[in-house]
């Protein structure tokens, strides 16, 4: 199958470095046992044509493949599908990606331990001329889902993958973000946690794209709601609600039939399910939808609160709201590292409210602990 965006005239570096490394992570930064970075390397060193052939892309995602019931472990080593499977959906994905010259966008939801998320990002990576930038969302911290070769991925920001806690996902907060600033950010709590809408610059106006691939990666059966994964119909269920209508492709794993469930029809209305199930294609053990952008409501625009894209894929207007802060806490620093920027968790060790959802905010002089804000203050 061709793959229309990928180029072997294309670096074949890590997605989206961080500015501050002054310098582009080459592939020889991965140690032999460090199995993900070396699978991920691999993929970013193989020609278009190697990786447009199911056989050959199976071997450069060859990895351990977990049981199911893992899912409810942490800090696992390895892949919860088979390579032939992922490998029949990456390439697929690739071949679909619309042609133009931006960072192609990715949004993962319960993103696991992390190791899909990090090789499909560098598969889509390398088949994208114009680059990736990308999210990983997850109930878990990076510390607690990830096993420590991942978590330095993750911390160098080599993989171009920003980790985010569910908690902070906000549809289209998170793709103005992505455009504002598409360089991944710090794993880290102080980070992950912060809504987009909170790292944005007050007031920001802009004209953002969808996402081109929204993909979430929980199980289908019976719904458990645990302290590690969003699993079945109601996981699927609540990711459909809130991101079909933000994706030009969402996927999961599981048969077409899984949107005439009741979590499904209940969260999404049985019409809406049935225009997803029309346009649903399988592909592996995979299930392919067609978003149907515009379809939640708001028209062309959206605010923090809100809002959908058009029905054409085009650009929304997208207008941030969050309540005034020090120009300082939008640099870049800040934005990629929350955690030295007066975070919100920061204004409780100061004395303010807890339920107040205002992260950044100013640190103020009537912080009732003399000194605790004043040694903490940004440098720029």
């Known amino acids: 199958m061709a793959l229309p965006q990928c180029s072997d005239a294309a670096a074949h570096m890590w997605p989206t470095p961080h500015p501050a490394h002054g310098r582009v992570t080459q592939l020889t ?49 390895g892949l919860y599908r088979q390579p032939t499977d992922l490998a029949a959906l990456l390439i697929h ?9 931006a960072p192609l966008r990715f ?51 080599a ?15 998170e793709a103005a973000l992505m455009s504002y600033h598409p360089q991944a950010r710090n794993p880290l709590w102080q980070t992950a946690f912060s809504s987009a809408t909170e790292l944005l610059p007050v007031a920001w106006v802009g004209s953002p794209p969808p996402f081109d691939v929204c993909w979430r990666m929980g199980q ?11 699993s079945g119909f109601g996981g699927l269920a609540t990711d459909l609600a809130l991101l079909a209508s933000w994706c030009h492709l ?7 039939e899984a949107l005439e469930s009741e979590e499904v029809t209940a969260a999404l209305s049985k019409p ?18 067609r978003g149907h952008l515009g379809s939640g409501g708001g028209g062309a625009s959206a605010s923090a609160g809100g809002g959908v894209a058009d029905g054409d894929a085009a650009p929304f207007a997208y207008v941030n709201k969050t309540p005034p802060a020090p120009p300082e806490y939008y640099s870049a620093s800040c934005i990629e590292d929350a955690g030295g920027c007066n975070s919100h ?28 804000c004043e040694k903490h203050r940004v440098r720029v």
Request: aromatic share 6%; hydrophobic share 35%; glycine share 8%.
């Open 345 to 372: 968790h920061h204004q409780e060790r100061c004395g303010y409210p807890r339920g107040r959802d205002t992260l950044p905010l100013a640190c103020l002089p009537s912080a009732p602990i003399p000194g605790c």
């Open 250 to 256: 969402f996927v999961y794993h599981g048969p077409p």
């Open 220 to 230: 289908l059966g019976p719904t458990v709601q645990n302290a590690t994964t969003r």
């Open 107 to 157: 949004l993962s939801t319960n993103a696991n331990n992390g190791w899909t998320a990090v090789l499909a990002a560098a598969y889509l990576h390398r088949t994208h001329e114009g680059g990736f930038t990308g999210s990983a969302f997850n109930d878990l911290k990076q510390e607690w889902a990830c096993d420590g070769p991942t978590r330095s991925l993750l911390y160098s920001r």
């Open 29 to 77: 930064d991965c140690s032999p046992s460090e199995v993900l970075c070396t699978r991920a390397a691999g993929i970013l060193n193989s020609t278009c044509d190697e990786l447009s052939k199911a056989t050959l892309l199976a071997a450069r995602l060859d990895a351990p493949v977990l049981a199911e019931d893992s899912l409810a472990r942490i800090r696992t080593n």
């Open 159 to 173: 993989a171009g993958l920003s980790w985010r806690h569910s908690l902070a996902l906000n549809p289209a907060a």
């Open 272 to 289: 809406a399910a049935h225009r997803l199930l029309h346009g649903a294609q399988r592909v592996g053990g995979f299930t392919v939808l």
């Open 93 to 101: 994905l690739a071949s679909e990606t619309r042609s133009r010259g």
